[in-house]
């Protein structure tokens, strides 16, 4: 397997993860681009949200999970046993498949991270952080005028751009998405598609993503589980028009029995 | 190469695969028949000939429709993709060839009308081989085999000699005697249409090869038309600057 050439804000290597006695993922080595967008693709089961979880340690609350391996965020281990885990999420974010919003004021879901990592000092702080959150999840003009609504009360895919705008209010360096617009119509999904195009600018992103033409259209980079092994990880253009492996092929192209 | 898990989207394809395969077996005889009437000096067979074109156009159509149909509503990808881009772009070739082998029988049709002349004998012999070349092609294609697709890229070059030494031969003929230059000028024509086929079969060579690859093919072919360099039969040498 050729592996590009990449200028690493994660590094992944020798990466195995059991569940109990079941292992998911086998030996996965893999290089998340900076400022990139990487799509994790593969059939139901292949091992691809696991792997994602693995990057901001989401699979320590699972029972049974064990993880070996090295996951690198900067060159540190993120596994390191005095390593701050909240710490760590704040600069690993993460959006989930379904909009799973606080039920708290619009302006609250966003404010939450900031006051309880203290990134604000006072309330005006506070106004800009929520501002520039909405605004980067291209979400600010439809709720300016709402801001103490619940988040709830927003359409789908409204509420998917505020759990971006949620989480990118910590500053986070990496945003890790599963699934994120499974859940919502194709015109809030090209929005969301939209807003992870300008979010590389300032994160690096790995998506999970069931929908391949979606990962064709939003990524630099992708990557084929199949049965918990990293098939292919390659340029997504070379990937979705020349893949190297059969299997690979099979899957795009619709052929996997 | 295993089924599409959804079986109709396999049988779109082998329906477009075999729009292309039709088209192909058209102008191959489209081809043969206007030679013979070259040959035979038969108008009314150059005649049928020229009204064949219209069921090639047509499928042509028939290309263009079945191609936008698969992109629009199953997305394709990677040897997908190039199969149903390859096909469309085959299907602007065969057509041309089509065009080439009307244009080759309106001109057998007015050859028809004048005394025989002595070079058209070599005229069988060149088409032979674009036949050929354009038969083993379309089974390049649909055993999706490059290897085979490259042999008849190779060919071409034969096609040019021929066609670079008939150049010369009606050129001397059309020196010899004024009165020859209306039917030279014909089979000059009827040998370059010959000849552009043969660069529509190479061309659908290139592309069938990129279809099974993946990537554009690098060689470059030898070009062996010189006529373009020529301002005399005198002077022009057995070989020209182009030639390999």
Redesign the interface.
């Known amino acids: 397997m050729a592996t590009p050439a990449i200028d690493a804000k994660m590094e992944i290597s020798g990466l195995d993860v059991f569940y109990g006695a079941n292992q998911a993922l086998f030996d996965v080595d893999m290089k998340f681009a900076e400022n990139r967008v990487s799509a994790l693709i593969g059939p139901s089961g292949c091992g691809k949200s696991t792997f994602l979880r693995c990057l901001n340690r989401m699979n320590d609350i699972i029972e049974g999970c064990r993880v070996s391996g090295d996951v690198l965020l900067d060159g540190n281990d993120i596994y390191a046993g005095d390593l701050d885990v909240v710490q760590l999420r704040a600069r690993v974010g993460m959006v989930f498949q379904k909009p799973n919003p606080f039920p708290k004021s619009i302006y609250d879901n966003v404010a939450y991270g900031p006051r309880i990592h203290g990134l604000a000092d006072n309330a005006s702080e506070l106004d800009e952080i929520v501002e520039n959150s909405l605004r980067k999840a291209a979400l600010y003009d439809e709720v300016v005028d709402r801001m103490s609504a619940p988040g709830t009360s927003l359409s789908g895919g409204q509420q998917q751009r505020l759990c971006i705008a949620r989480a990118i209010a910590i500053s986070p360096e990496v945003i890790l998405m599963d699934e994120p617009c499974s859940a919502l119509d194709p015109i809030a999904t090209a929005k969301v598609e939209e807003l992870i195009d300008e979010l590389k600018e300032d994160f690096t992103i790995a998506i999970v993503t069931h929908n391949?033409?979606q990962a064709?259209r939003v990524s630099q980079y992708t990557a084929f589980f199949h049965l918990g092994k990293l098939v292919e990880f390659g340029d997504t253009e070379a990937i979705?028009?020349?893949?190297e492996e059969k299997r690979t092929?099979?899957y795009?192209?619709?052929?996997?029995? | 190469m295993p089924e599409h898990t959804v079986k109709s989207y396999d049988e779109e394809l082998n329906q477009m695969t075999g729009t292309i395969l039709r088209m192909g077996g058209m102008v191959e005889q489209q081809l043969a028949d206007a030679i013979t009437a070259l040959i035979k000096r038969d108008p009314e067979l150059a005649a049928r000939v020229i009204e064949d074109d219209k069921p090639v156009d047509k499928l042509e159509h028939e290309v263009d429709h079945q191609v936008m149909r698969l992109l629009a509503l199953r997305q394709p990808m990677a040897v997908d993709l190039r199969l149903i881009t390859a096909s469309l772009k085959i299907s602007s070739d065969l057509e041309r060839i089509g065009d080439y082998a009307a244009n080759v029988a309106k001109r057998a049709g007015a050859l028809s009308q004048v005394e025989p002349m002595r070079p058209v004998a070599v005229i069988p012999r060149m088409s032979l081989i674009v036949q050929g070349m354009i038969k083993d092609v379309l089974d390049a294609y649909m055993a999706r085999d490059a290897e085979r697709a490259l042999a008849v890229w190779r060919r071409d070059e034969e096609v040019d000699e021929i066609y670079n030494s008939l150049f010369r031969e009606l050129l001397t003929y059309m020196m010899e005697d004024p009165r020859h230059i209306t039917p030279c000028t014909h089979l000059l024509f009827i040998a370059k249409n010959i000849e552009r086929m043969g660069d529509h079969a190479t061309n659908i060579a290139e592309t069938i090869s990129f279809l099974v690859t993946g990537t554009p093919l690098d060689e470059a072919r030898p070009k062996g038309d010189t006529t373009p360099f020529t301002t005399s039969p005198l002077d022009l040498p057995d070989k020209g600057p182009g030639a390999a």
């Open positions: 391949m033409q064709a979705f028009t020349n893949p092929q099979d795009i192209t619709g052929r996997f029995g």
